[in-house]
């Protein structure tokens, strides 16, 4: 039974969670594009919402709502040798912390989880921070966990951005 909400699972099942959105996060910094697509579903989805309240990101407003399509495309495009938005190049550095096992299926060993990040994007001489809420939604495989969605609330969602963000949070 969850205690103040929080689910009871094994310490095993919390370890693997916990690396595995560490090494997504290693991923995204190191711009091994290729294995972080490869860590998602294929039907896997990402998703920023452009409001909290969402709970779809069909037929609404997202900031992003991308399937493996549309990321391989962005992935394409942000590598493209004349992609000029990306000659001066970016470095990003990723925190995952407060990983909470929302909820678990015993027999698919599919898990729910939320955890928090902070990010910082430094490019042209200027860094800029973003920091929100993950909600993850994995399916286990025989290696660990594919990313069926991946929904990331940023905390400054209406606020201003001064460019367009090419990478993902």
Same mark, same amino acid.
């Given at each position: 039974? #969850?205690? %103040?909400?929080?689910?009871?699972?094994? !310490?095993?099942?919390?370890? !693997? &969670?916990?690396?595995?959105?560490?090494?997504?996060?290693?991923?995204?910094?190191?711009?091994?594009? !290729?294995?972080?697509?490869?860590?998602?579903? *294929?039907?896997?989805?990402?998703?920023? #919402?452009? *409001?909290?309240?969402?709970?779809?990101?069909?037929?609404? #407003?997202?900031?992003?709502?991308? *399937? @493996?399509?549309?990321?391989?495309?962005?992935?394409?495009? @942000?590598? /493209? #040798?004349?992609? /000029?938005? $990306?000659? !001066?190049? =970016?470095?990003?550095? /990723?925190? +995952?912390?407060? +990983?909470?096992?929302?909820?678990?299926?015993?027999?698919?060993?599919? @898990? +729910?989880?939320?955890?928090?990040? =902070?990010?910082?994007?430094?490019?042209? %001489?200027?860094?800029?921070?973003?920091?929100?809420?993950?909600? /993850?939604?994995?399916?286990?495989?025989? *290696?660990?966990?594919?990313? $069926?969605?991946?929904? &990331?609330?940023?905390?400054?969602?209406?606020?201003?951005?001064?460019? +367009?963000?090419? @990478?993902?949070?």
């Amino acid at each position: 039974m #969850p205690k %103040d909400n929080v689910l009871e699972t094994s !310490a095993d099942t919390q370890r !693997a &969670v916990e690396q595995f959105l560490y090494s997504q996060a290693e991923i995204l910094d190191e711009r091994r594009w !290729a294995d972080w697509l490869g860590l998602f579903t *294929d039907d896997g989805k990402y998703w920023m #919402p452009a *409001d909290p309240e969402q709970t779809t990101g069909e037929r609404l #407003p997202n900031i992003f709502y991308e *399937d @493996v399509y549309l990321m391989d495309m962005r992935i394409r495009r @942000v590598k /493209h #040798p004349y992609a /000029h938005s $990306q000659m !001066a190049g =970016h470095r990003t550095s /990723h925190t +995952v912390s407060n +990983v909470i096992i929302q909820s678990e299926d015993e027999a698919s060993g599919g @898990v +729910v989880c939320t955890s928090r990040f =902070h990010m910082v994007e430094y490019r042209l %001489d200027d860094q800029r921070y973003f920091g929100g809420k993950y909600t /993850h939604t994995l399916k286990k495989n025989e *290696d660990g966990y594919n990313i $069926q969605l991946q929904r &990331v609330d940023i905390a400054n969602v209406e606020g201003p951005f001064d460019f +367009v963000m090419q @990478v993902w949070l």
